[in-house]
């Protein structure tokens, strides 16, 4: 079981928005920034949203990430075809035993 | 272009040792920190240590502590993965990353380790 929490799945029909959320804790996601990553099928997962919020060069503003308190958010807007991959969020997380970086289980994204 | 490079991966018997390694170009390798990431197949990511730039600071998770040695020789733009009493729930790809911010932004292909009998 992650310590952070996606839903298994979402999905949604090309041109549409969707959502995926990343619930945590007062030790990861409400002290540290929150990542996302996508996984293409068969790929390396690759960054999509640093720092809650930031799009690395290359990212489509399509994309974009948020967070209020313990809980995060990555948002998909004009869906495509090419969208379909899995979905992770991760944070930093502050632990007893000492720091360490935790991830999401990871969100299959299906389009239509 | 940043490049990172994994070698080393392959098949080994429970409780053996393995050495990974990752060549990195394209960029100050001494001005990052670096990660190893793993996913065992059909699963999710599970971060696996870090290190700092200067190589004095590590991280690992607690399932690695004690087995698995993360290093790196600025010198050879490298950054390495030493697992020791290896388990079968070790088995997974292993992902090197350079960090963007202080979570991990470029990542190589991967390789894959398999702990079987």
């Known amino acids: 079981q992650s310590v952070l929490t996606q839903p298994p799945s979402a999905s949604g029909t090309p041109g549409q928005r969707v959502t995926i959320s990343c619930s945590g804790s007062s030790s990861n996601i409400g002290s540290n920034y929150v990542y996302w990553y996508q996984q293409l099928p068969g790929t390396a997962p690759k960054l999509l949203i640093y720092?809650?919020?930031q799009r690395p060069s290359g990212v489509p503003d399509r994309f974009s990430g948020s967070k209020s308190g313990t809980s995060a958010s990555l948002a998909i807007s004009g869906l495509r075809s090419e969208d379909e991959a899995d979905y992770y969020c991760a944070a930093w997380d502050d632990s007893l035993s000492g720091p360490y970086v935790v991830f999401g289980g990871g969100t299959k994204l299906t389009v239509l | 272009e940043v490049q990172l490079v994994e070698s080393g991966g392959g098949l080994v018997q429970p409780g053996g040792s393995l050495r990974l390694s990752c060549a990195a170009s394209g960029f100050t390798f001494s001005s990052y920190w670096m990660s190893w990431v793993r996913q065992a197949p059909g699963k999710g990511l599970e971060w696996v240590a870090n290190?700092?730039?200067?190589?004095?600071?590590?991280y690992y998770v607690d399932s690695v502590k004690g087995r698995f040695t993360i290093s790196r020789d600025n010198a050879k733009n490298s950054l390495y993965l030493q697992m020791n009493s290896l388990r079968a729930e070790d088995t997974a790809v292993y992902y090197c990353a350079r960090e963007t911010g202080d979570l991990p932004g470029y990542w190589g292909q991967g390789t894959l380790v398999t702990v079987s009998s």
């Open positions: 290190i700092k730039q200067d190589g004095s600071e590590k």
């Open positions: 720092r809650n919020n």
